[in-house]
């Protein structure tokens, strides 16, 4: 898992270099044919891509985005009508039987489909039209890293082929570089994850476009740790969960400096009132987290907000990386699982 | 909260009968000017009211359904396109800001716009062109109940005025009696609760249109017991959640009969392979969980699975109830809540 995590600066590199030309030409047909709106379907790490690009793809196109619930099509065999979306599948193996399902009988109805996958030999690949691959390289480890940050670089490839404001290829080329930095806080993060020897269980807040990787670290926390790891917008927090909170409880916050922050910010200020144990993942750009938070995992570049996402998930991987190794586990290894969940 | 548990089949006898005319009015509106896609807004429990709108409205009407993540609109100001979309901002108090102004600035663009709330004269009543009133009396537990229940009533007139498929008000006139008959489990549920008194964390699962339930039984957990409580579908459970289960974890499934049974019978068949502890809600129409789960709430009457979700959070509900007095803690006054909260 942490080798997978080092390659990801060279994984992003490849896909960003070599998907370019084609997310150009998708980009020529969407200008001609723009969807109603975007059909999000995908499982597991995938869906927290997904759910990613809903806030990114909404924010940039101001396209309406629905995350699919595949159940709706596999078990109660309803026909939505999706005849001028564009439906996105994403599976890493694009094996993933009920995504693929959607897709299928989404392009039967004429709408146009994209998979994303990291195999461009798979299921998926064949049934999508068009199709933006993954190049990540094969993942061994049953905890997704390289394919969850790739199934978002190509989020930004699928924004900026609608015409995303904001959604620059000079500015995506710079989040190789900046996930490289951030690999440099290893050594900082597995002292840190010593003290988290025997934390039970956690709650993971993030908003807006870091709202996805609240689900993601506290899903890595899960299933490589066996941490009960609650994942909530610092919103929805406020709405009933927060009478969780005891002292000591541990919450991770990912808190940029940005749009987001004084919805974050009010949150932690909330959780220190409460004496919760709060771990902060932010950047240079961001200070006034520090009166707040317990502990601080600092990127050391300032990013700008939209470009925040992949490498502040960074962090959290070799986190729940380390954390596992402190616990005794495996984490390439979690019990129960397999790499490829058949699901109808 | 168990005295506003107890007055669910009045409630929902008296919103169907109040607002089927007005209803009617809208049906009419909505066959002349029928949306391309629904979006639902809300928060906290109104938002578990709204996942469960999001399958019923799909899977009987086939119109693409949208959750709306309101801080795209209060954060990022980003304006989304849903000039031919019914908006739905669906709301207890009809108070809540974020949910309030999405709805605002879809009904500026010209979208259809409708507000579900149980308060006549709130911002959000007349914000709305059209209102359904979830007639439940005023609510003073902080923990919503039959303010849920009524918003999951509502959802179901939104499908019948959307011509929704096997939406038949004589079938929703059947459900304050079926909510009744499972009203008299409340001292089984109350003695059952009791082994539950020292549970730190669990995971309740559910799917399709069940799926909202276990989001809305882990919210009551949560916010009335401090239980650590996750929830998932069956499927996504498998997709690495799964991992966290080791001997005598208690997960919650609900489990009624119908085209869910073979999702959750196997994810309830790996979990009794790991020696979790297993509490299924079910009713006199699924025996076959009886050989995995290790305790049973059965619902006394057999129900067709389109009208189990309303009838099966009742008992989650009671037990939540329940096992906060066990734990010597006031269900009606959860710690650092407030009944309103308002969010940006």
Known sequence: MLEEIRQQ??????????ELKRVEKFKRLVEK????????????????AALFGRYLL??????????????????????VDYRDALVVAISQS???????LVLERARAQGALTLGITNESGSTLAKLAEHVIL???GREKSVAATKTYTGQMLAMYLLAYALGGRDVRIADLERIPDIVDATLGLEPEIDALSERYRFMRHSVVVGRGLNYANAFEMSLKLMETCYVVAERFSSADFLHGPIALVEQN????????????????GETIGKLKALQAEIVAITDSG??????????????????????TPIPYIVP????????????GLDPDKPRTLSKVTLTL
Not at 9 to 18: D, G
Not at 33 to 48: E, F, I
Not at 254 to 259: E, K, L, M, Q, S
């Open 249 to 264: 409880f541990p919450v991770f916050a990912f808190a940029p400096p940005g749009v987001t922050w004084p919805s974050i």
């Open 9 to 18: 600066p060279e994984a992003l590199a490849r896909t960003l270099s070599a």
């Open 134 to 136: 993954v190049r990540a």
């Open 58 to 79: 909404e924010i940039t196109t101001g396209i309406p985005v629905s995350l699919a619930a595949p159940s709706i099509a596999t078990l109660y065999q309803a026909k």
């Open 94 to 100: 694009g094996e993933s039987t009920d995504t693929n």
């Open 316 to 327: 959290a991987q070799i986190f729940a990386a380390c954390l596992a190794t402190k616990k």
């Open 33 to 48: 044919q723009r969807p109603r709106m975007v059909v999000l379907v995908a499982r597991g790490t995938s869906d927290n």
């Open 286 to 307: 961001n200070h006034e987290v520090d009166a707040t938070a317990t502990k601080i995992i600092r990127l050391p570049r300032r990013v700008k907000e939209i470009l």
